[in-house]
C-alpha cells in the first residue's frame, strides 16, 4: 500500500505536505491537548528533588505527555505522505508507537504516584533494547548486502564492515540516542529546538542517500532511502509546532512520551542513511549531556563528590547562575555549529 494519499507527487513535494500538515496539526491541536491534560494531571508534571531548586517553582503544574502531539501530528503525516510499503518507513512507525508507548506508560505513572520514578530503568531499558533490536534486523535486512553492516566513516571515505557486531551496534545507537535526548528534556524548549535541527539535517541526508550519485555527497547509496527524507520532514513540522507551546515559558513538557521516541527514531534514521558517525556529531550536544552523566556518576562512586554542580550538564550551567534562556539558546547555537560541521562533510 502507497501513502494513503497517492497522488503521483514528487517525493519533494510529499516532503513539503508532510512538513506542513504536521506543523499546522500541531499548532492547531496543541492548545485543546493542553488544556486536556490540565484537567488530566491536577499537579502536572511531579518535578525532582534533586534537580535545580528554582524549578520547583517555576515548572510546578506544568502538564506533561506533551510527545502525544508531536507523535500524533506527524504519524498522521507520515501515513498520508510517506510510501508505507517501504520497510524503513514501517519501522520508523513501529519505533515511534512502541518507544511512545513505553514513554507515555513512565509518563502516566510519574503523574498519578507524584513521583519523579516510575518505571525502573531495568523495565524501560528491555522495551528499548527489544524494539531496537527488531528494528535493527529488519533495516539490516531490506539494506543491500554491501553496505548492510559496514560503518562508514565520512571525513575519510573509510568503511569498516562490521558483519555480526552491526546489529548490536545499531541496538546501541538507538537505544543510547533515545536516552540523550531524554537526558537533554530539563529546560523549555531545549529538546525540541535540538531535534529541529537534528531532524532538519538527516532530512537532506536522507534524500541524498537515495539518490544513485549519493557518493558525490561522501554517501552510501541506500535504494529508495528518499522515503525517509518525508519521515524528517514531519518530524521537523511536528517539533516545530510543539515548539510554539514548549517555549520558556513552557506550557506543556514533552515528557518521556516525546523524547524516548524522537531520540530513538533519530537513531534509527541515522542507522538507515549508514550514517551514525555523523550522528555523533551533528547530535554533540545529546552526546554531550549523556557523557556529563556518566562522568558525574563514576567520578562520584569513586571519589564520593561531584565532577559538575549538577548534571545533566545543562543544570551545570543554571548552577553557575546562567538563566534558562541563555543555556538554550547557546545549546541550540552549538547545535547549528554542529550542524554546519555536518553539512562540511557532503561538500
Known amino acids: 500500500m502507497f501513502a494513503l494519499l497517492d497522488l503521483g507527487l514528487s517525493v519533494e513535494i510529499r516532503m513539503?505536505?508532510?512538513f506542513m500538515l504536521a506543523l499546522v496539526f500541531s499548532l492547531a491541536c496543541g492548545a485543546p491537548m493542553i488544556d486536556f491534560?490540565?484537567?488530566?494531571?491536577k499537579k502536572g508534571q511531579p518535578i525532582r528533588k534533586d534537580g535545580p531548586q528554582s524549578h520547583l517553582q517555576t515548572k510546578k503544574g506544568?502538564?506533561?505527555?506533551?510527545?502525544?502531539?508531536?507523535l500524533g501530528t506527524a504519524i498522521l503525516s507520515i501515513l498520508l505522505f510517506a510510501n508505507v510499503s517501504y520497510h524503513f518507513v514501517w519501522v520508523s512507525l513501529l519505533v515511534l508507537v512502541v518507544y511512545g508507548a513505553t514513554g507515555f506508560v513512565d509518563d502516566y505513572w510519574k503523574v498519578k504516584r507524584q513521583s519523579s520514578n516510575a518505571m525502573t530503568a531495568g523495565m524501560k531499558l528491555f522495551f528499548q533494547f527489544l524494539t531496537a533490536a527488531i528494528a535493527a534486523c529488519i533495516i539490516t535486512a531490506a539494506t543491500p548486502q554491501s553496505v548492510n553492516t559496514v560503518l562508514h566513516f565520512p571525513f575519510f571515505g573509510f568503511i569498516l564492515k562490521l558483519s555480526w557486531l552491526y546489529v548490536p551496534f545499531a541496538v546501541i545507537v538507538m537505544s543510547g540516542t533515545s536516552n540523550g535526548v531524554n537526558l537533554s528534556d530539563g529546560l523549555d524548549g531545549l529538546a525540541s529546538g535540538l531535534l529541529i535541527i537534528a531532524f532538519t539535517f538527516f532530512m537532506a541526508v536522507a534524500y541524498l542517500c537515495?539518490?544513485?550519485?549519493?557518493?558525490?555527497f561522501h554517501l552510501l547509496y541506500v535504494p529508495r532511502c528518499t522515503e525517509i527524507a518525508v519521515v524528517c520532514a514531519a518530524l521537523v513540522g511536528a517539533c516545530l509546532g510543539f515548539l510554539y507551546f514548549n517555549k520558556p515559558k513552557a506550557r506543556v513538557f514533552?515528557?518521556?512520551?516525546g523524547s524516548l521516541a524522537l531520540?530513538?527514531?533519530l537513531g534509527a534514521i541515522a542507522v538507515m542513511t549508514k550514517s551514525e558517525i555523523l550522528l555523533a556529531i551533528v547530535g554533540g550536544v545529546f552526546v554531550m549531556e549523556t557523557i556529563s552523566v556518566m562522568i558525574q556518576v563514576a567520578y562520584f562512586k569513586k571519589t564520593g563528590k561531584r565532577f559538575f554542580r549538577m548534571?545533566?550538564?545543562h543544570h551545570h550551567f543554571e548552577q553557575l547562575g546562567w538563566s534558562e534562556k541563555k543555556i538554550v539558546f547557546s545549546f541550540w547555537m552549538a547545535a547549528l555549529a554542529l550542524a554546519l560541521c555536518?553539512?562540511?562533510t557532503l561538500v
Open 16 to 18: 513539503l505536505f508532510a
Open 37 to 41: 491534560l490540565h484537567t488530566k494531571q
Open 62 to 70: 506544568t502538564p506533561t505527555m506533551g510527545g502525544l502531539l508531536i
Open 210 to 216: 537515495g539518490q544513485p550519485n549519493a557518493a558525490e
Open 254 to 257: 514533552m515528557g518521556d512520551t
Open 263 to 265: 531520540g530513538a527514531i
Open 311 to 313: 548534571a545533566p550538564i
Open 342 to 344: 555536518g553539512v562540511c
